[in-house]
């Protein structure tokens, strides 16, 4: 399993589109057209991070306006260039994050990036993937307090619209990060994961993250 390599951390840059690559970047151009169908036409706000070519996190994220919600996903938690790891059948670490948010602006609000490029790091760092079902308690609002938010824990799901999806460097999951307040992660430990998750999906198909509630 790619690890990456240095210990170099700066923040993401914004900039208009993606950044210029002078390899070839087969992943990343897979992720790309598994998205384009959803958002046709549409130009996403990326970020990158200077993470390139000492990784230790993402390379970057972007977002889409999705309706009236924000689409936010990661590019680098899989094998975007050559191919690296032993496993042909899975890409790096065989995931890639998104996370939805309702646009109550007409900018992505930034802690959402934020949010993923940290657990982003953490990935790399402990050696530890996410994956379906998973848990993570912050203590503390995803949102960092701005804006003020119930959500101080985050569940992982496969991704309802994108799924799982087969690259050149082996396979990938879009892995739904979903927002939990601290009643919910309640539940989840005393039923699954799985079934507060299912619940949800009833009353919030997409599975979007919304700080206010």
Not at 17 to 22: H, I, T
Not at 54 to 71: P, V
Not at 135 to 145: A, Y
Request: glycine content about 8%; overall charge negative.
């Amino acid at each position: 399993m790619p690890m990456g390599f240095g210990n170099k951390k700066e923040p993401a840059k914004p900039v208009v589109s993606e950044p210029a690559r002078d390899d070839e970047a087969p992943g990343w151009d897979a992720i790309n057209a598994s998205l384009k169908h959803a958002f046709p036409g549409q130009e996403p706000i990326h970020w990158g991070t200077n993470r390139l070519p000492d990784q230790d996190g993402l390379y970057g994220l972007s977002a889409y306006q999705d309706g009236d919600d924000w689409f936010f996903i990661t590019y680098g938690l899989t094998e975007l260039f050559g191919k690296a790891s032993d496993d042909p059948t899975t890409s790096g670490w065989g995931f890639e994050l998104t996370m939805r948010v309702p646009a109550t602006e007409a900018e992505p609000p930034v802690w959402p990036r934020k949010l993923l490029d940290k657990l982003g790091s953490y990935v790399f760092s402990s050696g530890r993937p996410f994956a379906a079902a998973h848990r993570f308690d912050f203590g503390e609002p995803i949102t960092s307090g701005t804006p003020p938010s119930n959500l101080t824990c985050a569940a992982f799901a496969v991704d309802p619209q994108f799924g799982q999806i087969e690259t050149p460097n082996g396979s990938v999951t879009f892995l739904t990060l979903v927002g939990i307040t601290a009643d919910e992660l309640a539940e989840m430990k005393a039923s699954t994961t799985a079934a507060v998750i299912d619940e949800m999906v009833k009353s919030n198909p997409r599975l979007v993250s919304d700080p206010r509630r």
